[in-house]
């Protein structure tokens, strides 16, 4: 009978930051704060995880306050409407030359659905000071943000647009064991997010 293993976010080491183009010639960063998710994987190498990633979308910060409450509001995620940016795994690849894995998964913002690719490189496995199991993973990606609406822009006098459209997103992600449990009786679980987490 297989095992499965659930592993939860070390949200003390792990980020999520995007960046985006800004005045055709530099970019902006941010990040998000406040996120959970649940991952069961039967094997150690992770091929065959299932992930339920959830981002508290009000957790936003670029560094500026004033762009903060503006992105929080209509114009991009709507925070109080959507309160959660999630990400549901259906595909993991196997690795390539380099190691690096394809997930393919459904990225859902303001309520919009999309499917989307990222690259996984698989950092490995390790037990830290305390004897916890750990696992590592860098994530990589870039999707359009108008793909979900996302579109208020500005033009700006010499052309062209004040915010690109491109995101990239880039993730580190240090995982804990938190044990196994019967895949016969696996269901999945319906979870909140720790607001008080990432503060």
């Given at each position: 009978m297989k095992n499965e293993t659930k592993w939860?976010?070390?949200q003390s080491h792990s980020e999520i930051t995007f960046k985006v183009k800004?005045?055709?010639?530099a970019h902006v960063k941010g990040s998000f704060k406040v996120f959970d998710a649940n991952i069961y994987t039967t094997e150690r190498d992770f091929m065959t995880a299932e992930i339920d990633l959830r981002i508290d979308s009000s957790s936003i910060i670029t560094g500026d306050l004033k762009r903060d409450e503006h992105l929080k509001g209509d114009d991009f995620f709507?925070?109080?409407?959507?309160?959660?940016i999630t990400f549901k795994s259906s595909t993991i690849g196997k690795p390539d030359a380099h190691g690096n894995h394809e997930l393919w998964g459904e990225l859902t913002i303001k309520g919009i659905t999309k499917n989307v690719k990222f690259d996984v490189q698989f950092g490995g496995?390790?037990?830290?000071?305390?004897?916890n199991e750990k696992a590592g993973f860098t994530v990589t990606g870039?999707?359009?943000?108008s793909d979900w609406e996302l579109v208020w822009n500005t033009t700006l006098e010499a052309g062209g647009l004040m915010i690109g459209d491109e995101i990239v997103i880039s993730c580190e992600m240090e995982l804990t064991n938190t044990g196994k449990k019967d895949?016969?009786?696996h269901v999945k679980e319906e979870t909140t997010i720790d607001h008080e987490a990432g503060r």
């Open positions: 939860l976010i070390d800004h005045l055709m010639i709507d925070a109080k409407t959507h309160k959660q496995i390790i037990n830290d000071a305390s004897g870039k999707i359009k943000r895949l016969t009786m």
